[in-house]
């Protein structure tokens, strides 16, 4: 049976492991935590990523904790709403509904579905040597494990791209500062099956979700870091749920984090027997909340392609001439939508939903 070293136990590895695992691989995934991650509160997963997760068999169960949406309303800071679109009837014409779940339950559903001592913990991957037979991962501890397949999947700091590249990648520096949190819908007033996007001039905030009870909201104001700073400019936005929403939230879920990708596509996601899935292939502002979905598709499209070739090094070559430019034009949406007086506009004029517009494109 051949064999996969998969580095880093996010949705990328875990996701590639069960598809694996699926195709007859024996797979072990190595994580440098001693858990899975938690951080991170939820998480739009599209039809596109619902439709892996059934695939994969856990269509059900996801489905089972998620929150499913009915309509999507875009709304300008004003209180205008300028587009409310219905997505209850994707189910039937995309074969799966546009979902919210918390992070922590959809990584320890994957988890859950391997076996145990699939994972293990407290093992830092830190560089990689090849062979035309084999493929070796060497770990911060000394260790080291041989293979027929090394995946990165650690995100966007992966020591395996950097060893590919012959260093880090350049990282965007805008300063974007992302600030989420929980709160219950109907200590909001909003509904458990809309989500919703908010435009302003210099931000946006927007909300999904993400079980029957409770939804999580995101927001980016260009040049504003502190949480005061955010809250005294979203409370003037009182046309709209957005300071009510911020107001009921759970203290202890509300969370900053700077947001970074990198500044260019990367040349190259493979390097024979290696190579790079998720985030360290290709991180994304979370602009079109794709990146989890696209994780998901590669690690399909992978595995696929793994049972198609001959050899690893020719099924990987595939996968990286296949997904590159599709993860690509999804990255560079993502980043369209962080320039928020310009999407501000367009919704104003579109009066349509310009990021399910930019989905639909990948449908087709
Ligand atoms: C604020 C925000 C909101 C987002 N919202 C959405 C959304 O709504 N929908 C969506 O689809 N996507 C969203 N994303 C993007 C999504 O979170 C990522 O695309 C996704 O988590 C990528 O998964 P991954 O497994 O590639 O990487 P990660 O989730 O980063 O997992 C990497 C794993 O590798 C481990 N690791 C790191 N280094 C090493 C090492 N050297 N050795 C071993 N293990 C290592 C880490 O501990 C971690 O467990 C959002 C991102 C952000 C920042």
Redesign the pocket.
Known sequence: MPRALI???????LSSALHLKKHGWDIQI????SE??TA?V????WPN?VRVLKGLGLGEEFLSFAGAMERWWALDSDGTVTSDIDVSTWPQELSAPITGARRRRLNAMLADALEDGDIIFN????SYTQTAEDVTVHFADGGSETGDLLLG???????IRNQMLGGPPEFTDEGFV?W?GVFECAAAGVSTDVQADVYGANGHFGWIPIDATHAYW?GTLGGLSTFEEFRNEYNTWSSTPVPKIIAVSEPESILG?E?THYKNHLPQWVDGRVAL????AH??Y?GM???????LIDGQTLAQYLDDHPTVQEALHQFEKERMPVANKMVEYSRLHFSFEQTREEYRTAGSNLQIDRYMEFEN
């Open positions: 580095c880093g136990g996010g949705v990328a590895g190595f994580e440098k935590d899975l991650r991170g939820g998480l739009n997963i990523g093992t830092t991957a830190q999947t650690e995100g966007i700091g992966s020591k992302r989420r995101y984090r947001i899935v998720g985030d360290s991180p994304m979370p909340a794709q990146g989890a979905n696209q994780a």
